[in-house]
């Protein structure tokens, strides 16, 4: 008597030879595609930069076109754009240097410390992200008028700090958390503090990632304009300039876009300098 079961699932077949020889290039096709949808913004900002106000504000898209360097040439002998430039600048290194110097002790002592609410309080830096900026614009700017801070770096940096500051908590929280415990307890076998073992351990092994962590800190000051925009009047941060081609009547999209070019100079330059302490940040603890 044969037996007329079939198996209710069938083996899944292997893939021929024709799909193994198709997959890199699909692959490649995807990465492709997907490049050029992140690359065509900055292309487009790029070609707007080069054309005359009349080309930029036609219906008609226009591809080719008689490029004219006029716009960069009126952003560049302006003095305002090193102004919006030297803001930055300061605003966004003092804030990664304040997160860091305050975010990264605590990172550790939440990785490597089990206290009560320890989930808690690492849960509660999270959620100061996930608040609405335009939420807490209100409380900062009567608090900024009656101490004195509005418009000024400080208050500029402390504003920014109060933002950045999460992101660097969270992520140096997951790299030491990373990071083998049997290194520290060598160092107290050796008669090291925990503050000793944290200073000559730890932080030197967290390089990569603080520098991954910085970098974004930066980034993320360095892009701010709400807060710029509302606690400071004369003091003017990059994309708080950018607002200002803005007009009541036409937007200059020419020197506006200029202007964008050139301050996304400095950002990209960075990004690939750096670029190796940041994957190599971003990716550790990724292999064990």
Not at 132 to 140: D, G, K, Q, R, T
Not at 147 to 176: C, E, N, P, Q, R
Not at 180 to 189: G, I, N, S
Request: with cysteine; proline share 6%.
């Amino acid at each position: 008597m044969t037996d007329t079961h079939q198996p209710l699932l069938k083996p899944l077949s292997k893939p021929t030879r024709i799909g193994r020889a198709l997959a890199p290039w699909l692959r490649r096709l995807v990465l492709w595609v997907f490049a050029l949808w992140c690359l065509f913004p900055i292309y487009w900002l790029i070609t707007m930069s080069l054309k005359r106000q009349v080309d930029a504000i036609s219906r008609t898209p226009s591809f080719i076109f008689q490029p004219i360097w006029d716009n960069y040439l009126a952003v560049l002998a302006s003095g305002e754009v090193w102004g919006y430039f030297q803001s930055s600048a300061i605003i966004a290194l003092c804030t990664t240097a304040l997160s860091l110097l305050l975010g990264t002790p605590t990172a550790y002592v939440i990785a490597r410390y089990r206290f009560r609410g320890n989930a808690d309080f690492g849960f509660w830096v999270l959620s100061t992200r996930m608040t609405p900026p335009v939420a807490m614009l209100i409380p900062f700017f009567v608090f900024y008028v009656q101490t004195g801070l509005f418009d000024t770096y400080l208050g500029l940096v402390l504003a920014h700090v109060a933002f950045v500051i999460s992101i660097v908590v969270w992520l140096m929280k997951g790299f030491f958390e990373d990071l083998p415990t049997e290194l520290e307890e060598a160092a107290f076998m050796d008669g090291a503090t925990r503050f000793q073992a944290f200073r000559q351990i730890c932080l030197p092994v967290a390089l990569p990632g603080i520098a991954a962590v910085a970098i974004l800190a930066f980034l993320f000051s360095w892009n701010e304009f709400l807060f710029s925009l509302v606690l400071a009047d004369r003091i003017q941060p990059v994309p708080v300039g950018l607002y200002n081609f803005v007009g009541y009547q036409q937007i200059r999209w020419g020197e506006l876009s200029a202007s964008a070019v050139v301050m996304l100079v400095p950002v990209l330059l960075f990004v690939f300098v750096f670029q190796r302490q940041l994957v190599r940040g971003l990716t550790l603890g990724a292999i064990k």
